[in-house]
Each structure stands twice: as C-alpha cells, then as structure tokens.
C-alpha cells in the first residue's frame, strides 16, 4: 500500500452578506421569500450565512427585489 500525505490550501472562506441589506430596506425573510417565490428556509438560509451552494437563479431573484448587485451580497475573505 502506498502511502500519501494531503496538504490542505486555506483558500479562504464566501460571505453571504444579505442581513444587512434586508434590515436597511426594512424587509423581513418572510416577506423576501413571498417577493421571490421560495421556501421561508431557502432565505432563512440566505440570512444566517448558512448557504453550502448558491443558486443563480435565486441570487437574481434576490438582486432584483432588493435592488442590488451579487457583489454585495457575497464576499470573498482571503486569508492572505
């Protein structure tokens, strides 16, 4: 049996910053989830920072009723 050594690269981490805009436009995730036609748990999800995979199409949905860009919702934090 051969014997192998993995490195783990720390490529840093994605920030789903939607709290923020949501509480300055006064909307709550009830009412994001009725606007964009989803589950109250896909934007619960949104809100926690607790998404393992992001869908385009929700992302869009998102952008357009609140009224912004992806690049403020997600964030790349290097860890350079």
């Known amino acids: 049996m051969k014997k192998e050594i993995y490195t783990i690269n720390n490529y840093g ?3 789903i910053n939607i709290k923020t805009l949501m ?3 006064g909307m709550t995730r009830n009412a994001l989830a ?4 989803t589950r109250f748990e896909v934007i619960d999800k949104w ?3 607790h998404v393992e995979k992001i869908d385009a199409d929700v992302l869009a949905r998102i952008c357009y009723v609140l009224d912004c860009t992806p690049g403020e919702i997600i964030q790349y934090l290097s860890e350079r």
Do not use: C, L
């Open 47 to 49: 809100y926690h920072g």
């Open 13 to 15: 981490a994605v920030k």
């Open 34 to 37: 009725k606007a964009i036609n």
């Open 23 to 25: 509480d300055t436009r």
